[in-house]
């Protein structure tokens, strides 16, 4: 970004910078400096006093936090509505307990990898950022291509649908809620998180914790009332004789489909790597929040379902639509609106955590140069990316308007996973192309070649069974590759369209009030700068 390109919005803001190191162009976008003001009078004092000196993102996100992160991007509606999936799949309930089981261990195998690259690749933008180091900028532009156009838009669509029916149905007892009515309450609810994410990162990670803590309680109320049936002795479909019984035996393509339906209500463990940047201590926490959060997770899915099938059959567990609330009729009686309001708080914090995370995947990606370089622009004072949040929020309006969510859905899910695999596959090239280089946490190699074993195995049976879906998948992926080389590689582009978007990101930054952040030197060195430990050289952090 050129230093002109921001001098109209320091105008703006009354501020002048004062350079503290050369300014790093190119790639990262970003110039490493401190923000001074003017000389003020008397009554500026106090609004000067606001602005931070140093305006960079801020490290909020605590232990804590960082949990809450993680637990509240895998618990969305999937466990209280669609555990049928599952069941459906394999066959009988106790493999369909075992899936979830080994669902939950299967992303305990892709956090520890995504561990190791986390504290090794410090960088916000997950998967992301983690490829673009390792296999180069197109493949990471592919990556990024898919999930800022139609993955994260999609996905925060279907969660806000989900959410304005569960708090429609109420009155609507005896039909679907219009059409109109439900888009616009989606639409609602994603400007009302888009403004409290502008307007504070500790605000929106207070919303997280909390809901975060809602959704536990929901389901912890749902695991209580399972095991009061159960020591009641109402667990017919738990014992040994129908445990196990079915009609027929599943093939290998069922029971990996059901592993599918599992893996999908485990997604989300990823997303703290996508905000690294703004944990505190990451080479500390982020492991930890991974480890706590995965297997509580895995403990408190499994218990819920048990809790599910302690009242409810195969058969009419199968035949509902919205199983937490189908159990909610069963036992609660004059409480059972506890379980639909659970799942639209659980949906409008699941919506909260996508917007925070997916906003910070297109913060990077300006930085890196995939983007305009707006979107890797922070709020002067607020200290919130104002404009990737605006994008994110844009993008789904769009796809709610289009309507065809679940459609897309479909194509992209095939598109999440071959993600996770390229990338767990870098950790491995990484380790063969840079061995030496110092890792905080290193897992055992068997770590991440089990999850590509099982990885590859149901990508497999996904090409099987749904070859036009995934084909649909990898099309819309590929279709970047023109955008990538027009408007990333090509650098010589006419003095015109330079212009144009000189003039775009002036406007940009006067309308939001945003500059570039100070990275720390650690935030933009590449790797192999950190520690050679072959080399005996130093790395930033004093590690030697």
Known sequence: MRSEESSGALGVLGLRRTRTG????????????????????????????????????????????????????????????????????????????????LGGCVAA???????????????????????????????????????????????????????????????????????????????????????????????????????????????????????????DGNYEALTTKVVFSMDKPPSIGQVALAFLQASFAFSGWNFLNYVTEEVVDPRRNLPRAIYISIPLVTFVYTLTNIAYFSSMSPEELLSSNAVAVTFGEKLLGAFAIIMPISVALSTFGGINGYLFTSSRLCFSGAREGHLPSLLAMIHYKKCTPIPALLVCCAATIVILCIGETHNLINYVSFINYLSYGVTIA????????????????????????????????????????????????????????????????????????DNFIAWATSVGQRLCFVVFPQIDPIEIASPSEWTDQSSGRKSFSGRS
């Open 22 to 101: 050369s300014d790093m162009e190119g790639q990262n976008c970003n110039n490493i400096c401190s923000w001074t003001h003017k000389p003020a009078t008397d009554s500026k004092k106090k609004k000067e006093k606001e602005i931070p000196e140093r305006v960079t993102l801020k490290k909020e996100i605590g232990l804590l936090s960082a949990c809450t992160i993680i637990i509240g991007n895998i618990i969305g509606s999937g466990i209280f509505i669609s555990p049928k999936g599952v069941l459906e799949h394999s066959g009988s309930v106790g493999l369909a307990l075992v899936v979830w089981t």
């Open 109 to 231: 195998l892709g956090s520890m990898c995504y561990a190791e690259l986390g504290v090794t690749i410090p960088k916000s933008g997950g998967d992301y950022s983690y490829v673009t180091e390792i296999f180069g900028g197109l493949t990471g532009f592919l990556l990024l291509w898919s999930a800022v156009l139609i993955m994260y838009p999609t996905t925060l669509a279907v969660i806000a649908l989900t959410f304005s029916s569960y708090v429609l149905q109420p009155v609507f007892q005896n039909c679907a809620p219009p059409y109109m009515a439900t888009r616009l309450l989606s639409a609602t609810c994603l400007l009302l998180l888009t403004w409290v994410n502008c307007s504070s990162v500790r605000m929106a990670t207070r919303i997280q914790d909390v809901f975060t803590v809602g959704k536990l309680m929901a389901l912890c109320l749902i695991i209580v009332v399972g095991l009061v049936q159960i020591f």
């Open 426 to 497: 870098g950790l491995l090239w990484y380790r063969w192309k840079k061995p030496n280089l110092y890792r905080p946490i290193k897992v055992n190699l068997l770590v991440p070649v089990s999850y590509l074993m099982f990885w590859a195995l149901l990508l497999g049976f996904s090409l099987y069974s749904e070859p036009v879906v995934c084909g649909v998948g990898l099309i819309i992926m590929l279709t970047g590759v023109p955008v990538y080389f027009l408007g990333v590689h090509w650098k010589e582009k006419p003095k015109c369209i």
